[in-house]
C-alpha cells in the first residue's frame, strides 16, 4: 500500500459525458501528479500540483482540467469524453515540488471506460 | 517532453537467469527511480537512486545511477515466476517534472 488512494477504481460511462477522478496522496505529501496508461503504452504526465498551485503541465488536453484542494486531495475532471480516453488514470504524489531527493509513489490507479 | 529510452522493450527468461535493463536520456537528471507494474495496478517503487555513481539494492534488484547522469540500469539476479511485469525508469531535472521510460516487459518462463 503506498499510501495514495484514488477512487473511483472504476467507471464506464458514455462519450460526451463528464467525469471526476479523486485523488488523497500520502499523509505529508505536498505534491500531486496526474498520468494517463492507455492499453500498452506508458506513462503520460497530465498535470502536477503543489500545495495547492499547478506547478508543470504535460499532455493534457484542454478538456480536461485539475485542482488540488486546501487539503491536499486533487480532483482530474474529464469532460466531453470521447472513445480514446478510455484509459488508466494514476495519481503520485511526493514530498515537495521535485527538485531532488524526491520520490513519487502512485495510487492503484482509476479505470476509465467510454463506450 | 523529454525522452528516455528505455531497453530492451521485451523480453523473455528462463527462471533463475539474471536481467538487465536499462534507460538512457539526452538530459542529466538528479534523480533516477525504477518501478514495476503488475496488470491493472499502480507502478511500485523498486529503487531511488539519488547521486551520481550509487548503486543501490533492494534483495534481488541492483541498480546504478549512471555516472554521466544520463544513465541508469537495473539488473535482477535469479529470476523467479513472480518478477513477471512491466518495469519502468523514470527520471527527475531540476524542477518538477518525472519523466518515465517506455518500460520493459518481463516474462519468466519457469
Known amino acids: 500500500d503506498s499510501g495514495v488512494t484514488q477512487t473511483p477504481k472504476h467507471l464506464i460511462t458514455a462519450t460526451g459525458q463528464r467525469v471526476t477522478l479523486r485523488c488523497s496522496p500520502r499523509?505529508?505529501?505536498?505534491?500531486v501528479y496526474w498520468y494517463q496508461q492507455s492499453l500498452d503504452q506508458g506513462l503520460q504526465f497530465l498535470i502536477q500540483?503543489?500545495?495547492?498551485?499547478?506547478?508543470a503541465k504535460g499532455n493534457i488536453l484542454e478538456r480536461f482540467s485539475a485542482q488540488q484542494f486546501p487539503d491536499l486531495h486533487s480532483e482530474l475532471n474529464l469532460s466531453s469524453l470521447e472513445l480514446g480516453d478510455s484509459a488508466l488514470y494514476f495519481c503520485?504524489?511526493?514530498?515537495?515540488?521535485?527538485?531532488?531527493?524526491?520520490?513519487?509513489?502512485f495510487g492503484e490507479g482509476s479505470w476509465l471506460t467510454v463506450v | 517532453g523529454q525522452q528516455l529510452n528505455q531497453s530492451p522493450q521485451s523480453m523473455f527468461i528462463q527462471e533463475g537467469e539474471d536481467v538487465s535493463m536499462n534507460c538512457t536520456s539526452s538530459?542529466?537528471?538528479?534523480?533516477w527511480l525504477w518501478y514495476k507494474q503488475d496488470p491493472g495496478e499502480g507502478p511500485v517503487l523498486l529503487i531511488a537512486?539519488?547521486?551520481?555513481?550509487e548503486l543501490t539494492s533492494n534483495g534481488r534488484l541492483t541498480a546504478q545511477f549512471g555516472i554521466t547522469r544520463k544513465d541508469s540500469f537495473l539488473n535482477i539476479s535469479a529470476s523467479i515466476p513472480s518478477d513477471v511485469g512491466i518495469y519502468f525508469c523514470?527520471?527527475?531535472?531540476?524542477?518538477?517534472?518525472?519523466?518515465f521510460g517506455t518500460g520493459t516487459s518481463l516474462t519468466v518462463i519457469p
Open positions: 503520485a504524489s511526493s514530498v515537495g515540488t521535485g527538485t531532488g531527493g524526491n520520490t513519487i509513489y
Open positions: 499523509s505529508g505529501d505536498l505534491s
Open positions: 500540483y503543489y500545495n495547492g498551485e499547478e506547478r
Open positions: 538530459s542529466i537528471f538528479n534523480t
Open positions: 537512486l539519488y547521486k551520481a555513481g
Open positions: 523514470a527520471g527527475q531535472l531540476t524542477g518538477n517534472q518525472f519523466y
